[in-house]
């Protein structure tokens, strides 16, 4: 029961796999009448079914014919397949049989491969019971030939139905591997177009980042110059400090000779305490002396300790100083690179504006030109018309009334005509250029 509708839901299936069919088929009783199974088997061997009879009685004797005939085998379909219970009864148990024929000569035939490559696009579903099809005629078959034979034939066809089943499922795989790379290509495409808009929107800015890097490099000079005042100021300062270090250690060694001499001469009134009075007083003195540059020493020494923290502030300053010179001398190359882009940019500016005069001017003396040979054209024909009017001379008068004008108006026409439509050439080509 199971293998009759699979048989139902598969068959019409396989059938609107062909090609060139009258209408497609909806279900298996559109095939009990033989029209779109004769259609079939005329694209399996056209040379056995006729073009113009489409229904089941042709159908059996056109396969008996083709069986007997392409594979020397001579099937009585009568012993398994009664055509008027199918016709009026739509039997999907003969029709079931009568696929049997159809699929095996599909699968037997000349153009087999393609038919094979048909049934393997289809489910798998629908693979097994047209394989279950095409096994029933080899076991059928095998009744006129041998079972050996029958037997190798059927497993060739299957083997090959495994291999392109394979083969099937290897490019399946391959497409998705094709589907992965065609994502990650657009991916890569739409990031490279979102770094071209990027690019495109700092090619816009460029313009403001040049004005803003002018003000700086401005800004920049102004903080150099003060930059160099300041740093004179601090070398004045430097060398001012350097000749007050110089005059201190100057004192300083004078004060340490006079403090060894004073040390010497204590010495030499302790040893002669005893002896003078006199000495004894010039020793108080003395000490008193020795008080007083003490004094003076510690005042002194004060004094250099903040000279000395004054001359390491100074050198912190002219660290910063250098580096501060060093971010100038990279703005100045910067400034004057951008210098040099804007001077090319105006240049190419003044070029095209240059041009653009050019062009305008010729444009207008064109038309200047053209207006002038324009009233010379129509002076020249209402002197030709005054002078037809008039009559000038009979021989004159004579020749208008045959066609004839004179030869100087008629080349001096001419000329005006000729200028007139070169100006205008000219014009044209000058408007052209100028829209470019």
């Known amino acids: 029961m199971d293998d009759l509708a699979g048989f139902c839901r598969d068959c019409p299936r396989w059938v609107n796999t062909f090609d060139g069919l009258s209408r497609q ?106 394989m279950n099809l095409a096994k029933a005629f080899m076991q059928r078959n095998s009744r006129s030939l041998g079972a050996g034979s029958a037997d190798d034939e059927s497993s060739d066809l299957f083997a090959r139905v495994a291999a392109l089943s394979s083969e099937k499922e290897e490019l399946a795989a391959f497409s998705d591997q094709l589907e992965k790379m065609t994502i990650e290509k657009d991916a890569q495409m739409k990031q490279m177009l979102e770094e071209l808009e990027q690019a495109r929107s700092e090619a816009e800015s460029s313009f403001e980042e040049t004005q803003k890097l002018k003000r700086e490099t401005l800004e920049l000079r102004q903080e150099l110059d003060m930059a160099q005042e300041r740093e004179k100021h601090l070398e004045d300062l430097k060398q001012r400090s350097e000749i007050d270090n110089a005059k201190f250690n100057s004192l300083i060694r004078k004060l340490e000779e006079e403090k060894d001499i004073l040390s010497g001469q204590v010495e030499d009134y302790n040893k002669l305490k005893s002896s003078s009075e006199r000495n004894k007083e010039r020793l108080e003195e003395m000490a008193s002396l020795s008080q007083t540059l003490q004094g003076r020493l510690e005042t002194v020494e004060d004094t250099s300790e903040k000279r000395l923290n004054r001359i390491l502030e100074l050198e912190g300053l002219e660290k910063d100083v250098e580096i501060g010179k060093k971010r100038v001398e990279q703005y100045k190359n910067s400034s004057h690179d951008l210098e040099i882009r804007v001077m090319q940019m105006t240049s190419e500016i003044q070029v095209k504006d240059e041009e653009m005069a050019r062009l305008i001017s010729d444009i207008k003396a064109g038309d200047e030109k053209n207006k002038r040979l324009a009233r010379e054209l129509e002076d020249a024909k209402r002197e030709l018309t005054e002078r037809v009017d008039q009559g000038v001379s009979s021989g004159v008068l004579s020749g208008l009334n045959e066609g004839f004008v004179p030869p100087e108006m008629s080349e001096k026409i001419l000329r005006l005509e000729r200028e007139n439509e070169r100006l205008k050439a000219s014009l044209e080509s000058s408007n052209t250029q100028a829209s470019k």
């Open 25 to 130: 088929c909806e279900s298996v009783e559109d095939l009990a009448d033989g029209v779109l199974l004769s259609e079939v088997m005329k694209q399996i061997a056209p040379c056995y079914f006729d073009q113009h009879k489409a229904h089941l009685a042709f159908l059996v004797r056109g396969l008996e014919s083709y069986y007997r005939s392409e594979h020397n085998k001579d099937f009585n379909f009568d012993e398994f397949l009664d055509v008027d219970k199918l016709c009026l009864d739509k039997d999907v148990s003969a029709l079931k049989v009568l696929m049997e024929f159809i699929v095996g000569a599909s699968v037997q035939c000349s153009e087999k491969q393609r038919y094979i490559n048909n049934i393997m696009s289809m489910s798998s579903e629908s693979q097994e019971t047209l």
